[in-house]
């Protein structure tokens, strides 16, 4: 094996790193994708990273933060599965409507084939009918006209690549890995194994087809799958089935109904079912700057986004997956109550000590490859206003019995009271200085006000005048503190001198009107030293200091202001326009978007940015609706 | 009677620790309710309670089999009951294993691979497919389970 550096097809968008060699006679390229090139494909337990060169570069079983089997994302050595032709001179690629099952055509000199990617899913009744995988990946490959040579390569590396992958050959039985329980490769065609690595070359025909399933199963005996034409067309049919049906809940149709779509599809594949929670993201370490340090792991549930999330998937009526995740927050976190950590693992445990995996390159040579979040021992104030928010959604005291609830309610307020005042890491989760944020104090703000508004039950008079006097004191110092008069502007923090994008939930949140002189004083601050690209953000001055890309969530942000109306309807709707470019060829959006190389930067794709887009269309919703209404 | 009951639960009990505990640490992933309900449904919950029950059972029948193998010998003592539980473990490993995809109607042939309704991983030589301390692990469970029948001796 050799390793050379040459430049892929532009159009891909792919840097060759290796070529493989074997037995001098062929080789396979294997291309390190771009952030933007992959798609994701998972059934709400777990997901794969695929690229448009139909490699499969990243997969962690049986969790979203299990090790990893495939870690080519982040460095050559972390293992892949890839299925493609030889040589392709056009790839395109597309999700069936509505669903998460990928299918990607490769064009070739001699023929079209077209590889379906996907996890298969079953309503969960029938689901416990059938003997059925754990966990499954099914790839299909199938020429559609002329003839196609395909290449397959197989190369797991388990445990973040620390551990040496001992495939077996069992015949009909498949490949086998032994790790922490049972991977197995079953293939409608024959491996050739060389030094830990499946290979092996199709002529595929018109008509004819390869078809794959990799399972894991760690608590009993393996279940195969049959690998017939007619059984994975079967397969593929109930997972789309059960897609569309998921899909054809989401109330929302308005003019962007597709792009809503897929972010609620998105949002779906980030939650963990059994527990009901959300990952932020389900990769880790794919850099906020290449070549840069700001390489984390996202692969837990960050109770801020998870509050965002379930705030979109209310507004879309998807109360499935919002209900059970204000469970979660209640039961699951229960142990840390009232203070409540930054984040947790999906089943509301401490998600571990941060560890470095110095043995990977990382994402572009982006180094640290981070595991596990040191972030979750930050003070951040905000989360509790956040929390309380999403949560303030589901209440109905006249229809439900929210008894438990209002004691939490209260039991976070009471805690808000006595730490409000108590700089804090902030949203942007800064690791040295803590500093008052305005972003947390508004929404300690916000907390107090939808306490109050609730009106609960169990609220004495005492602790309601105690909330009262704390929210009061909150707006005294954000109007005081946070405003300062010599650059016309809301700052970032308490006497600061900077602005930052977060300032927008000011009026988002209702603390200002959005058309209040002050918050146009300070949106045209925003603009002005803030925004990198057409619609595009960066977070704050400091980001412009240490170079980072826009912010996805901001830009959302900046529409939702708009909306609300800090703009016209036709501004909002032009920034969401625009914004929805930057989103890859299938609708998938990452953390961040590097407005000079156009490069998705980031963890990918990220729950806040696609919940960022479902609100922002919300809000557009909204706004198009009360003008419709006014016209009327 | 009574005594002999207890002893029963107590053997099947310790030996589906020993089980549970293994596939909990990743030394095996041979689960005998799973194996068991599956003989009858492909239901996956189902096929887990049934084989609960059915294992429970078979505790019982065996319990009685080594019983009546001490007193017709008349060898009633933990050592024998230790011998009987290694015997029945060689016997399961080397055999019954080989033998079961032959007649277990969910589980795929190590010769033909997984069919239409037969898609249940077989155990392999010794049950090793399910972790190459399957074997081990088996032994230990039976080992305790004789051990414990075989504390009749001192009832």
């Not at chain 1, 599809?265 to 527990?275: D, E, H, I, V």
């Not at chain 1, 946070?482 to 602005?499: L, R």
């Not at chain 1, 959006?589 to 156009?598: F, G, I, K, M, W």
């Not at chain 2, 691979?113 to 010794?126: D, N, S, V, W, Y």
Request: proline share 3%.
């Amino acid at each position: 094996m050799r390793t050379c550096q040459i430049n892929c097809k532009k159009n891909l968008n792919l840097t060759v790193k290796n070529f493989y060699f074997f037995n001098n006679e062929r080789f396979i390229s294997i291309c390190m994708a771009k952030i933007h090139d992959y798609a994701v494909i998972g059934n709400s337990r777990s997901v794969a990273l695929i690229s448009k060169e139909g490699s499969l570069d990243w997969l962690c079983w049986p969790k979203f933060d299990s090790p990893s089997l495939f870690a080519a994302l982040l460095d050559e050595k972390g293992g892949f599965w890839k299925i493609a032709p030889r040589k392709s001179k056009e790839i395109t690629r597309e999700y069936i409507e509505s669903t998460n099952v990928l299918k990607t055509t490769f064009v070739t000199e001699t023929g079209v084939a077209v590889l379906t990617d996907f996890m298969p899913v079953l309503p969960e009744d029938e689901k416990n009918k059938a003997l059925l995988p754990d966990n499954e990946i099914m790839r299909y490959i199938e020429v559609r006209s002329g003839f196609v040579d395909v290449e397959i390569v197989f190369q797991p590396r388990p445990n973040y690549a620390l551990s040496k992958a001992k495939l077996k050959d069992k015949g009909k039985l498949g490949l086998r890995i032994e790790r922490c329980g049972l991977f197995t490769l079953q293939s409608s065609c024959r491996f050739k194994l060389e030094d830990n690595l499946a290979s092996c070359s199709l002529h595929l025909n018109q008509n004819e087809y390869a078809s794959f399933s990799l399972t894991f199963d760690a608590e009993g005996p393996a279940v195969y799958s049959m690998l017939d034409k007619t059984s994975i067309a079967k397969k593929i049919e109930e997972t789309r089935l059960w897609w569309q049906n998921w899909a054809a809940k989401i109330n929302y149709s308005g003019q962007y109904r597709p792009v809503v779509v897929r972010s609620a599809l998105a949002l779906k594949l980030l939650n963990y079912s059994p527990s009901g929670t959300f990952v932020a993201a389900p990769t880790t370490s794919l850099p906020e700057k290449i070549g840069g340090s700001l390489n984390w792991d996202y692969r837990f549930s960050w109770l801020r986004d998870c509050a965002f999330i379930a705030e979109a998937l209310y507004d879309l009526d998807l109360t499935d997956e919002a209900y059970p995740f204000i469970d979660w927050l209640l039961y699951s976190t229960k142990l840390s109550f009232s203070k409540l950590r930054v984040l947790y693992d999906i089943y509301g445990r401490y998600c571990g000590k941060e560890k470095i995996l110095k043995h990977l390159s990382g994402y572009q040579n982006s180094t640290p490859v981070r595991i596990k979040n040191a972030a979750s021992g930050q003070f951040q104030l905000d989360i509790y206003g956040e929390v309380v928010r999403a949560v303030s959604l589901f209440i109905n005291p006249q229809a439900e019995n929210h008894d438990l609830l209002f004691k939490e309610l209260i039991k976070l307020g009471k805690f808000v009271c006595r730490n409000w005042n108590q700089p804090d890491n902030g949203i942007w989760e800064y690791r040295e200085n803590k500093k008052k944020h305005t972003y947390s104090l508004l929404m300690s703000w916000l907390l107090f006000e939808r306490i109050l508004k609730i009106d609960i039950p169990g609220l004495n008079k005492k602790t309601r005048a105690l909330f009262q006097s704390v929210q009061s004191s909150i707006r005294e110092l954000i109007e005081t503190k946070c405003w300062n008069s010599a650059i016309n502007s809301y700052t970032d923090t308490a006497d600061g001198t900077e602005v930052g994008v977060s300032l927008l939930h000011l009026a988002i949140g209702g603390f200002e009107s959005p058309s209040s002189t002050r918050m146009r004083a300070t949106y045209q601050k925003i603009q002005k030293k803030l925004e990198v690209g057409r619609s595009l953000f960066l977070r704050n001055e400091i980001a412009i200091e240490e170079d980072e890309g826009a912010f996805f969530i901001c830009s959302f942000w900046n529409v939702q202001y708009l909306a609300l109306g800090g703009g016209t309807l036709e501004e909002a709707n032009q920034a969401f326009k625009q914004t929805l470019q930057y989103a890859n060829d299938v609708g998938l959006l990452s953390e961040e978007y590097d407005s000079v190389s156009q490069e998705a930067l980031g963890n990918f794709p990220q729950g806040l940015s696609h919940s960022g887009l479902i609100n922002a269309a919300m809000a557009l919703e909204k706004r198009a609706l009360k003008k419709e209404g006014v016209n009327g | 009677m009574v005594n002999i009951l207890i002893l029963s639960l107590l053997a099947t009990v310790a030996f589906s620790i020993i089980m549970y505990g293994a596939i909990g640490i990743h030394l095996t992933r041979l689960n005998i309710p799973f194996l068991l309900g599956t003989f009858l449904t492909a239901n996956r919950s189902k096929a887990l309670i049934i084989g609960f029950f059915l294992h429970f059972l078979l505790g019982f029948v065996f319990t009685f089999v080594y019983l009546l193998i001490m007193v017709s010998m008349n060898w009633l003592s933990i050592w024998f009951g230790l011998f009987l539980g290694l015997f029945q473990a060689l016997f399961v490993l080397t055999v019954f294993y080989a033998i079961l995809p032959k007649f277990h109607p969910r589980m795929a042939s190590e010769n033909w691979g997984p069919q239409e309704a037969k898609l249940l991983e077989p155990p392999g030589f010794l049950g090793m497919n399910y972790g190459y301390i399957t074997p081990i692990v088996i032994l230990i469970a039976h080992a305790v389970f004789g051990l414990i029948v075989g504390m009749i001796a001192f009832v």
